[in-house]
């Protein structure tokens, strides 16, 4: 567990601070700079958590794993993830001021893969050098 820890003490710092986002009392925020702003966020922290763990999971490119890893943890990982916290906010369980939204996932979905697929270039260039 310390191990696993050590490993990807990144990757569940940011899984944290998701969390911690998606399930914080929004109403005494301002109102967004634009319609569907939250739709960006959502976009933006998938597409750094599936960033995060690629770089986790290769040690920040210094190590071959097998794809198969690469794909569960960056992508199929934050979609799940997304996925979870979604329905957690439509049970009325964790928050009362939240709830969940289809679109919300959507956009985790969106910005997963784009994370995955920004690193994975990334790490076939670095590859090819």
């Known amino acids: 567990m310390i191990r696993l820890f050590k490993k990807y003490w990144i990757s569940i710092l940011v899984n944290i601070v ?54 569960f943890g960056s992508f199929l990982f ?15 369980y964790f928050t009362s001021t939240r709830s969940g939204d289809w679109m919300d996932f959507l956009f985790d979905g969106i910005g997963a893969f784009c994370g995955f697929l920004i690193c994975w270039l990334i790490n076939c260039k670095l590859a090819s050098k």
């Open 18 to 71: 998701i969390l911690v986002l998606c399930f914080m009392d929004t109403t005494p925020l301002p109102e967004a700079p634009m319609t569907d702003f939250d739709k960006l966020i959502h976009l933006l922290m998938f597409m750094g958590l599936s960033g995060i763990v690629f770089f986790d999971n290769t040690h920040y490119l210094r190590k071959k794993i097998s794809s198969g890893r690469i794909f």
């Open 78 to 92: 934050p979609i799940f993830f997304g996925g979870m916290i979604e329905i957690m906010q439509e049970q009325k």
